[in-house]
């Protein structure tokens, strides 16, 4: 009996079945706790292809651009301004008054004013040594006393002549004496008294006063000088007027007529108000320029010999006007930023004219309505966006005053 064999090829066969089992099992193991990483990044794809979708489809959209500034908003008044003439010229006095001395080789003993005292009219202000006049006049008034009693001799003696005239007792050249006589005497009673009249002048020479009221302007005496006839003591402003003498050319002078107010702007930004009082009848062939007298009110902030500039009040008229700050300079030219509706700024190109405070007329390049950034324009450009901020109430605008009278 034949018993099957087992042989080597079906041996071998048993392994291999469990092998392939392993590889199997180890493989679904595998599969299965890799599933859900996979899973993982599949989702991640997916999740980032929609991320990328939808950041594609905003940047399709229009951004909303960003505010470079916030700004206050100025709208254009409108005013009714002065038309003014501009002009430059000297402040002087309006009469100055040099007085010197009358005297001949006086001496001055006291100085009782200095520069900048206000004076009246017959003020004392130096005196000179007047010994020597007061000698003169008492013996020119002798000489007037007894001029007097020799005329009184002469009268006497002229009245008895007349007296024996028809009586033959005196000759006719005798009486002709007497009557000579007295009129000689009476000459020399003149000519006494004219003489102490000259000396009591030179005795008041001794005095120097004041010829008006004023203000003293210069001095040059010095106490202990002996000064000349004619020489300079003092200068006077008369009356401590001051006017300024506009040079105006000669196509402007048509425009300007005595009574038109005036206003002075001194070195140091004081002003001055005034009044034309009259014009310069000739042109001045150099300069071609004529001269506006303008008599100026009472100021400490104008002295004579200042160079000043002056406008003319010649008619008003209405203007449109924004803040100063809100003009910005460029390239030679102004410029405003127009705020439009939708908060961006657009670049306009002004002409501008007359100021009053801070305030500027708008002649060309501007609508009323508008709207215009009021300050840190030079900080925008065309196209900008800004932030517009909540309106304040706004102070009123520059107001004209009326120009003062003149004194």
Not at 360 to 382: C, N, Q
Request: proline share 5%.
């Amino acid at each position: 009996m034949n018993h099957p064999t087992n042989s080597p090829s079906k041996h071998r066969s048993v392994p291999l079945q469990f092998s392939t089992l392993f590889v199997a099992v180890s493989a679904s193991l595998l599969l299965v706790a890799c599933g859900p990483k996979e899973g993982a990044k599949a989702n991640s794809a997916s999740d980032g292809g929609s991320a990328a979708a939808a950041s594609a489809k905003n940047s399709n959209a229009p951004a909303t651009a960003r505010p470079v500034l916030t700004v206050d908003i100025a709208k254009p008044q409108s005013s009714e301004w002065p038309i003014r003439l501009s002009a430059n010229g000297n402040i002087v006095a309006w009469q100055e008054a040099i007085i010197g001395s009358e005297g001949n080789g006086l001496r001055l003993t006291d100085i009782r004013v200095n520069v900048g005292d206000v004076v009246k009219k017959g003020q004392v202000l130096a005196t000179f040594a007047a010994d020597t006049s007061r000698a003169d006049l008492a013996l020119l008034e002798a000489n007037v006393a007894e001029a007097e009693a020799n005329v009184a001799e002469a009268e006497a003696n002229a009245a008895r002549a007349r007296t024996l005239q028809d009586s033959g007792a005196l000759s006719a050249q005798q009486i002709n004496q007497y009557l000579t006589a007295e009129k000689t005497a009476a000459a020399r009673v003149r000519a006494a008294k004219a003489q102490a009249q000259s000396s009591q002048l030179r005795l008041a020479f001794t005095r120097i006063v004041a010829p008006d009221d004023g203000v003293i302007s210069a001095r040059t005496a010095t106490v202990g000088s002996v000064v000349g006839t004619g020489q300079e003591l003092f200068r006077l402003i008369r009356q401590s007027r001051l006017e300024w003498r506009g040079e105006v050319t000669a196509s402007e002078l048509p425009k300007v007529s005595a009574g038109q107010r005036v206003v002075i702007t001194t070195p140091s930004g004081e002003t001055v108000e005034g009044k034309v009082r009259t014009l310069a009848p000739t042109v001045d062939p150099q300069t071609r320029n004529a001269i506006a007298y303008v008599d100026l009110v009472k100021s400490n902030a104008a002295k004579p010999g200042m160079f000043a500039k002056g406008e003319f009040n010649l008619s008003n008229s209405k203007a449109i006007h924004l803040p100063q700050t809100a003009i910005v300079a460029r390239d030679g030219f102004s410029f405003v930023m127009r705020v439009e509706p939708s908060n961006k700024v657009t670049q306009l190109k002004i002409q501008t004219g007359r100021r009053v405070g801070d305030r500027v007329e708008i002649k060309e390049g501007i609508k009323e309505g508008e709207s215009f950034v009021a300050s840190g324009a030079a900080f925008l450009t065309e196209g900008d966006t800004v932030r517009v901020a909540p309106a304040a109430t706004a102070p009123p605008a520059a107001a004209v005053k009326p120009a003062k009278k003149a004194e």
